[in-house]
């Protein structure tokens, strides 16, 4: 029966609108998932880079916001969602703006080379300088920016002993014994990428990952933070062939943006 004092409600209706409001809420859960995986990336880019180029990175994150705001805009307009999802844009938009006026307004005078929307307008007063390269052997204490490097012993090897099996190679590799020291006044990441081998034919040489696991057990290069006034030592291994000749080992002043100088050590030859 239907009572004229209680009509009934359409569930139709009320389906609809749960509907609706769940579809809302589902929509704007990439804002929040892209804010996530932004601050996530943003943390650690200033714990790999140094705090000094954190107005660089809120800059870079601010761009790529804003970019992405315009595009999504777009895209939304064309599949008529734009109604749908215009709150979570908004969000993403308005983080990208203050992004960027951060990184401008509180970027100090010292850190303005690293930011390249404070340099904006600005004209260069000149080429950089370039570091002088000096002649260093094995054995030399090596200063690049804040880093001092010890090339300690060199010597071949046809296979590396593992904890469970032994790698061998058809060529040769060259394992050496660095010593690493901060001089900085915070701490600083050492890594293996840091090291590259170049030959007289021009060539340049990685380390080897897998023989560094090998011939390493906890000392080995791989993102190791040294405090100020401390040394590391570890073994680096490059697979080289037979034919190659005058080696240079290149060291570098850091890890990332912070390797902008480096120092060739003369190795000699196979």
Do not use: C
């Not at 777009?74 to 734009?82: E, G, N």
């Not at 081998?197 to 990685?206: N, T």
């Not at 490059?238 to 943006?257: C, D, I, M, R, Y």
Request: no cysteine; charged share 20%; net charge positive.
């Amino acid at each position: 029966m239907l009572s004229t004092t209680f009509p009934s409600k359409s569930i139709e209706k009320q389906s609809k609108k749960q509907s609706s409001y769940s579809k809302k809420t589902a929509n704007n859960h990439w804002v929040r998932n892209l804010f996530m995986i932004g601050t996530i990336l943003f943390v650690l880019l200033v714990l790999l880079s140094g705090k000094e180029l954190i107005y660089s990175w809120l800059a870079l994150f601010g761009v790529a916001g804003f970019g992405l705001s315009i595009i999504l805009a777009i895209v939304f307009a064309i599949t008529r969602s734009f109604t749908e999802r215009r709150g979570g844009l908004g969000f993403l938009l308005v983080f990208s703006v203050l992004s960027i006026i951060t990184s401008i307004a509180l970027t100090p005078k010292s850190l303005e080379a690293a930011n390249p929307l404070a340099q904006a307008g600005k004209v260069n007063s000149g080429p950089a300088i370039p570091v002088k390269k000096q002649n260093f052997d094995i054995g030399d204490k090596v200063s690049v920016g804040k880093l001092t490097y010890i090339v300690k012993d060199v010597f071949q090897q046809k296979k590396i002993d593992g904890p469970f099996d032994t790698l061998t190679t058809d060529e040769v590799f060259l394992v050496m014994t660095i010593h690493v020291s901060n001089n900085d006044k915070q701490p600083r990441y050492v890594d293996k990428s840091m090291f590259k081998l170049h030959d007289s034919q021009g060539r340049s040489f990685g380390p080897d990952t897998k023989a560094d696991s090998y011939i390493n057990n906890e000392t080995a290069f791989f993102l190791k933070s040294i405090n100020p006034g401390i040394s590391t030592e570890a073994k680096i291994v490059f697979e080289l062939p037979h034919n190659a000749k005058q080696l240079k080992l290149e060291v570098t002043s850091g890890f990332g943006l912070k390797g902008k100088e480096s120092q060739l050590i003369t190795i000699g030859s196979l």
